[in-house]
């Protein structure tokens, strides 16, 4: 299983951008779904992680933006408003996959990191 991002871009400060994360190949379940981020210089970051029992945000996200989950299509979103130059970072997608029923009996999950996705924002 690959995971497939997209959505990134350039965008001024105050835009909005919509991130995109879905698997390369049909799965049993997405169990929890994340996205972090990596500025430069910096260290990978939580950014938003949704589970099936709710979704939890870093501080500097909260407000701004909005994790979602489309179990039917193994799809995790988020989107971003209110964007600022401080949120200029690639974007990693973290989902966690049950691949098959097989898997579900066996109480087994795995967890995959897409490729990220450059997100850009100029003052």
């Known amino acids: 299983v690959q995971l497939q991002a997209s959505g990134g871009g350039q965008v001024q400060a105050g835009g909005s951008l919509r991130l995109s994360c879905t698997t390369s190949?049909?799965?049993?379940?997405?169990?929890?779904g994340a996205w972090y981020r990596q500025a430069p210089g910096k260290q990978r970051e939580l950014v938003a992680r949704a589970t099936a029992d709710g979704s939890n945000y870093a501080d500097f996200a909260m407000g701004r933006f909005t994790i979602s989950r489309d179990p039917a299509a193994n799809t995790v979103s988020l989107q971003m408003n209110d964007l600022k130059p401080d949120d200029t970072a690639v974007y990693y997608c973290?989902?966690?996959?049950?691949?098959?029923?097989?898997?579900?009996?066996?109480?087994?999950?795995?967890?995959?990191w897409g490729q990220g996705t450059l997100v850009t924002v100029s003052s």
């Open positions: 190949e049909s799965v049993y379940s997405v169990k929890t």
């Open positions: 973290n989902l966690e996959i049950i691949a098959s029923i097989y898997e579900r009996r066996l109480g087994r999950s795995k967890e995959y």
